[in-house]
């Protein structure tokens, strides 16, 4: 389906798609329009998978398959669509001027169904800024992801234009799309940092949860088992949460341990007992009203109680006390928190060097980020750094200055290409690693020795 552009090279199917449904949108800003395109494609992944199992079931009858009986899908993970929820049937409704009712009791039927979606689904698809007319285009581009050769390999595409328009909305909502979603070449560079090849991996401000569909990825890209990793997430926006759920369920990512509540991680930390091996997470920065005053003495507070006026170290306290014994946590904080020293933040920086627990820092290029002009740079910590996996660093911290790195996507935007991001990792891992040719760079990278 790849067309050429206008360099007469292709241009791949996910760019078609958002050309054709952004054009598509007509009166519908970007922040409602996403949970339509993406409610839509959610609906076209479970029906596909739904219909794959059904197809089998079908040719089984004869010895005993029930391709109605929901138990039988609940068995193989597949959601159970009911018939007026299919997608082949809401397809023969698009050009009706009460598709998007039909769309609605689609979604509330799939709910009722799967408890696992109970709450998630948009049922938005009925309004009245909502033209049937397009909404039937819609649901005919969709239709079309994933057919011919590339039937067998649907979830896979369907997950990648999901997690593309992710970013492609995020662009289009500019600062309120910073809230949802973490740029894709910051996620891939704290997941290459970090390699989390095996146990729990933690974000307690996940968003759409990109922290853990590329944790995932990165473990099958480097032939592990993906059952090897499970997740826990913590958001405090319900709308937010949702499209994590989906996203998480169009990769087949069990996501039951993806809470939300509205108070968020300080106030009602949803996994209190938890202990992971791996911390990845993009908090939002330099919060003021995150209720610090409720909490003066709480436990997690080890290295000294943050200010009230900013959460920083409130968030980087809170990622310490969930690590487990031999955790290590990559996370994005605005750049002043390596300098400030208002209301005892510098004392408790202090406090985390002393305790050997920053490994390295990461000083990111500006413009990354969709949601703040404020400089940001990468802190990655680690409970035990003489556990044997790799050398001793526990007197020692690795400083990289990646802040000339990247390149601009649009007039506000950058990003981080892939060398970047492997220029930056193979620096980390060959100073961390037993085996690591390490060497500083001027104007790049410096080991400094930590005092203690």
């Not at 206008?6 to 949970?35: C, M, S, V």
């Not at 969930?322 to 390596?338: C, E, F, M, T, W």
């Not at 390295?360 to 969709?370: D, E, G, M, S």
């Not at 390490?438 to 410096?446: L, N």
Request: proline share 4%.
């Amino acid at each position: 389906m790849a067309k050429k552009n206008g360099n007469g090279t292709e241009e791949p199917l996910e760019k078609q798609l958002w050309k054709t449904a952004d054009k598509l949108r007509k009166n519908i800003d970007a922040a409602e329009y996403k949970h339509i395109v993406l409610g839509l494609i959610f609906l076209k992944y479970i029906s596909d998978a739904f219909e794959e199992k059904y197809q089998q079931l079908l040719a089984e009858v004869d010895q005993g398959a029930d391709p109605e009986d929901k138990d039988e899908y609940k068995a193989e993970n597949v959601f159970f669509v009911p018939q007026d929820a299919r997608w082949n049937y809401l397809q023969s409704k698009a050009k009706q001027p009460e598709i998007g009712k039909f769309v609605d009791d689609a979604m509330d039927a799939i709910e009722k169904e799967n408890a696992s979606l109970k709450g998630v689904l948009p049922k938005v698809f009925a309004r009245q800024n909502l033209d049937p007319t397009s909404l039937g285009e819609l649901i005919d581009l969709v239709g079309n992801i994933a057919l011919g050769d590339a039937k067998a390999r649907s979830a896979d595409v369907l997950g990648h234009v999901f997690e593309y328009f992710l970013g492609e909305f995020a662009l289009a909502e500019g600062k309120k799309g910073g809230q949802f979603y973490t740029p894709r070449s910051v996620v891939e560079l704290l997941v290459e940092m970090l390699e989390p090849y095996k146990g729990r991996v933690f974000d307690p401000c996940c968003g759409s949860g990109g922290m853990f569909v590329h944790s995932e990825k990165f473990v099958t890209e480097h032939q592990g088992k993906v059952n090897d990793i499970s997740i826990y997430g913590q958001e405090s926006n319900q709308t937010t949460w949702r499209l994590a759920k989906m996203n998480l369920a169009i990769r087949g990512i069990d996501s039951s341990q993806v809470k939300w509540n509205n108070e968020g991680s300080f106030l009602n930390d949803a996994h209190k007992d938890l202990k992971a091996d791996y911390i990845i997470a993009n908090p939002p920065f330099n919060v003021s009203d995150w209720g610090g005053d409720l909490m003066r003495t709480d436990g997690r507070w080890q290295y000294g109680t943050p200010p009230t006026g900013n959460a920083n170290f409130a968030w980087m306290q809170h990622f310490i006390y969930h690590l487990s014994p031999n955790g290590q946590a990559g996370v994005v904080l605005a750049k002043g928190a390596l300098t400030s020293k208002t209301s005892g933040e510098g004392d408790i920086r202090k406090a985390l060097v002393e305790n050997g627990l920053i490994d390295c820092i990461v000083n990111l290029p500006a413009k990354l980020f969709l949601n703040t002009q404020i400089p940001a740079a990468l802190w990655f910590m680690s409970r035990n750094r003489k556990n044997g996996k790799f050398r001793d660093r526990s007197n020692e911290i690795l400083f990289i200055d990646a802040r000339n790195l990247g390149h601009l996507i649009n007039r506000r935007t950058k990003e981080l290409s892939q060398e970047d991001i492997q220029k930056i990792t193979s620096t980390y891992h060959n100073w961390r690693n037993l085996d690591g040719n390490y060497e500083d760079i001027a104007g790049f990278c410096a080991s400094a020795r930590s005092a203690k």
